[in-house]
């Protein structure tokens, strides 16, 4: 017999806030900005390719991660920003994984270059870390069919929590609906099998939260409350 | 008296419900700003929405002004110059005025201060007062409202030793942030949609402001608001203005800023905007008083294209005015308004009155363009750059001094 609602719990609905941190440290080449990767808290590695959620940044669909925006419009090496905005966060397992990469193509990039660029004070590269204080919202989500009307209301901090943070704090790495839902057995297999391919990683959190929305409403709609 | 609910309306009921529930954990805690102004100046402005609104929102918070004489803020005036990179020597006397007059201040303030959960110290004028205050209780955070991008060393030395005593920093852009031990949290400004600066007004009021400065409102206007300064470019606006009226002649050009100041280089850039402009009918250079906001929100309101073709600047609160009245901005490629001006989206990054004129030209012959790019510069500021959006960064960064610097902040549930 597969697990009611009573067995599981219902989905606790939280919030965040990012409070951004400067480390101090900042780049003015390529160089600089690998060495000062290398030295940098995975915080920083995170805000760098997530933080733009949530912060006030208008949505680039180009480069989607900090360092390939700066490689573009700042250094003007459009072959490294390439190579950098390709890199999605959610093909490494953690942070330090991400970083390596990010290293890697640089330092392959530090080699191909036969004269450096250097860019003026106002325009280094500020290395930023965050913090995210994580909140109840004091919403309670009972039953799976209750999703459909709960998602488009939530916060679109309330989404990246549950859907992009949850990700490197889940055993899993998987989003917190998913999460929830396998707690029914394989009633939701289905619903999890499309969570699963929904990648957050370019579009908007509007966005984000309007697939969301749909895909629930695709799946659980015809449930009956 | 402005309340949360009135914010409601313009930032939506999301966000202040979002207030109410980060604020939730700092129910009850005692929270003391201090500054050297009650009235003027963008801090005070700050401070008069951001305390009552934190005080509705269920913490106890107070603001306090420190006293000093003429010579006190000749030396703090330095300051604000030496540290945004002008030179400003300053002699040993006016540093003791400065420690003197933190020592009294901190005689009287001293007993609520120690006592206080969390004190913001704002701007360099208080910021030795932590060293009168030997037994304070909680957190101290001395928040930077200055450009500290290029502060003079010497200056940055000798207030660098009273920052160390600190507990935090907040800075508005990670450009601004210095190499410091603690923690250096980065906030950028905003704007109250609410006040006179940025409310909604009566056409009638538009129109009267301006008739009051021979304006033709069947013409295309460009305005900058700025004071007459160099690094904010006005002859470079006029040069812009030239190069674009050449293909729309009906073209006026508004340069509106403060009035008579006692910074002599206010005088002599003044001098030399009236030079440019050499009786030019269509420009309008206005001197206007500093509390002149209801004018300059007509004056934008009424404009076609805002410019702020600053080569540099901190962060640019004019830019983020005039997106807030639906106006695409044509702002020069430095500082804060990089920020806020996103080519083709909020407006155009120009580096030279050319590039401005380029953009003035495109747009002005696309009023549909304007108002698209006007459109999504409001929803801009309205996502990121209200007083709404600082609350709730100054409600996490207390939270985030509560509990520490670890990574992930959980509240406990209630």
Redesign the interface.
């Known amino acids: 017999m597969p697990p009611q609602e009573s067995d599981v719990g219902p989905f606790v609905v939280k919030?965040c806030?990012?409070?951004?941190?400067?480390t101090?440290l900042t780049a003015q080449n390529l160089r600089e900005l690998r060495d000062h990767l290398l030295a940098v808290?995975l915080?920083s590695v995170y805000y760098h390719f997530w933080g733009g959620r949530l912060?006030?940044?208008?949505e680039d669909p180009q480069y989607n991660n900090d360092f390939a925006i700066w490689c573009h419009y700042t250094v003007h090496d459009d072959i490294l920003a390439e190579r950098l905005a390709v890199i999605d966060p959610k093909d490494f397992p953690d942070s330090e994984d991400l970083r390596q990469e990010v290293v890697d193509i640089i330092d392959q990039r530090i080699d191909e270059i036969v004269r450096p660029t250097w860019v003026s004070?106002?325009r280094?590269f500020?290395f930023?870390?965050?913090?995210?204080?994580?909140?109840?919202?004091?919403i309670r989500i009972d039953k799976p069919v209750d999703l459909v009307e709960a998602v488009p209301n939530m916060?679109l901090?309330s989404i990246f929590y549950h859907f992009i943070d949850a990700r490197r704090?889940t055993p899993g790495a998987i989003d917190d609906f998913r999460t929830w839902l396998s707690g029914f057995g394989d009633a939701y297999e289905a619903t999890c099998g499309a969570l699963a391919g929904v990648d957050p990683y370019f579009v908007t959190l509007v966005e984000l939260r309007a697939q969301l929305g749909e895909l629930f409403q695709l799946f659980l709609g015809g449930e009956s409350a | 008296m402005t309340s949360l609910l009135d914010y409601a309306e313009v930032a939506g009921e999301d966000v202040i419900h979002h207030l109410h529930q980060l604020a939730r954990p700092l129910t009850g805690l005692k929270v003391v700003h201090v500054n050297s102004t009650r009235v003027g100046g963008g801090v005070a402005e700050l401070l008069d929405r951001l305390v009552p609104l934190k005080q509705e929102l269920g913490i106890d918070a107070q603001w306090e002004v420190i006293q000093g004489g003429e010579r006190f803020y000749e030396c703090t005036k330095n300051f604000h110059n030496g540290l945004q990179g002008k030179a400003a020597p300053i002699s040993e006397s006016l540093l003791k005025v400065y420690e003197k007059t933190n020592e009294e201040n901190a005689e009287e303030l001293k007993p609520l201060l120690e006592e206080a959960d969390i004190v913001f110290i704002h701007d360099p004028q208080p910021l030795p007062l932590i060293q009168w205050c030997p037994n304070r209780k909680g957190k101290w955070v001395w928040r930077c409202h200055i450009d500290l991008s290029h502060p003079q060393r010497s200056l940055w030395k000798y207030l660098r030793k009273y920052v160390l005593n600190y507990d935090a920093t907040v800075f508005s852009l990670a450009n601004f942030a210095q190499r410091l031990p603690q923690t250096q949290y980065l906030i950028p400004p905003s704007i109250d949609p609410l006040s006179e600066k940025n409310c909604d007004l009566p056409e009638e009021e538009i129109a009267s402001v301006r008739n009051l400065f021979g304006i033709d409102p069947e013409r295309p206007m460009i305005l900058q608001v700025s004071r007459f300064d160099r690094f904010k470019d006005p002859t470079g606006v006029i040069r812009a203005y030239r190069l674009a009226k050449a293909f729309v002649p009906s073209l006026q050009l508004v340069l509106a800023g403060g009035g008579a100041t006692d910074d002599p280089e206010g005088d002599a850039v003044l001098a030399e905007v009236r030079t440019e402009a050499d009786d030019d009918q269509d420009i309008h250079i206005l001197l206007l008083p500093p509390d002149a906001h209801r004018a300059v929100n007509a004056l934008q309101r009424a404009a076609t294209l805002i410019v702020q073709k600053s080569t540099k600047e901190g962060f640019g609160l004019t830019v983020t005015e005039g997106l807030w009245k639906s106006k695409p901005v044509i702002g020069g490629d430095t500082g804060g308004i990089r920020l806020q001006v996103i080519p083709h989206h909020t407006g155009f990054l120009v580096s030279t009155p050319e590039g401005a004129a380029l953009r003035m030209r495109y747009l002005l012959r696309q009023p549909d363009k304007i108002e698209e790019m006007g459109a999504k510069a409001k929803e801009f500021v309205r996502h990121n750059f209200l007083i709404t959006r600082h609350v709730r960064e100054y409600l996490s960064l207390m939270v985030a001094l509560i509990h520490g610097d670890d990574e992930r902040i959980e509240l406990e549930k209630d």
């Open positions: 919030d806030a990012l409070v951004a941190i400067a101090g808290p915080s912060r006030p940044v208008f004070h106002d280094q500020n930023i870390r965050s913090q995210i204080v994580v909140f109840d919202a004091r916060s901090s704090r």
